[in-house]
């Protein structure tokens, strides 16, 4: 039986919870979620990151981008009792929407919302212990803090639990 809350993580949102509740994301697409969980405390995070890099940009939303909405998240899951030496992140989504002519890397922002989330990550010594990134298909996440396990669920239907 699945106990707690479910908590919503908006679009260039991020949220942090303890056991038992829960944290949903619905609608990435090239956007990526990022998930974060401690073992021990049982504290989990997600992120919902809309572009790769706050560079160029003033007075940044902070969840919004990759560089800036992981170290929020490891933030707020070290004031909620998390360790950042016990941290395992898991990534979902950075689906490549819409095909381009051409190969402008610009306009690839899902692969690059992956490898920015996957810098930050680095950054903190985090790893990345599962994934479900790529592809062309929107997903559906929900990350429990029971036992840090993410649900992923595709606009076509398919599901998985990593």
């Known amino acids: 039986m699945i106990t707690g809350n479910v908590v919503h993580v908006g679009m260039a949102d991020l949220k942090v919870v ?4 829960r944290l949903r994301s619905v609608g990435l697409g090239s956007c990526v979620g ?3 969980w401690d073992p021990v405390t049982k504290v989990a995070g997600l992120a919902h990151v809309m572009l790769p890099s706050a560079e ?6 902070r969840a919004k981008f990759a560089d800036t909405a992981v170290d929020w998240l490891v933030e707020l899951m070290m004031e909620r009792g ?3 030496e016990r941290l395992q992140a898991k990534l979902a989504g950075g689906a490549q929407m819409f095909t381009f002519a051409g190969k402008n890397d610009l306009l690839k922002i899902g692969p690059r919302n992956v490898e920015a989330s996957r810098r930050a990550l680095a950054k903190w010594s985090i ?3 599962a994934e479900d990134v790529g592809g062309s298909t ?3 996440i929900e990350l ?3 036992d840090g396990r993410l649900w992923i669920r595709t606009v076509r239907g398919g599901s998985i639990v990593l």
């Not at 303890?18 to 509740?21: G, T």
């Not at 160029?56 to 939303?61: D, L």
């Open 56 to 61: 160029g940009f003033s007075s940044p939303q």
């Open 144 to 146: 429990y803090s029971e």
């Open 34 to 36: 990022v998930a974060l």
């Open 127 to 129: 790893p990345v212990v």
């Open 138 to 140: 929107g997903r559906t």
């Open 82 to 84: 998390g360790r950042r």
């Open 18 to 21: 303890h056991c038992p509740d």
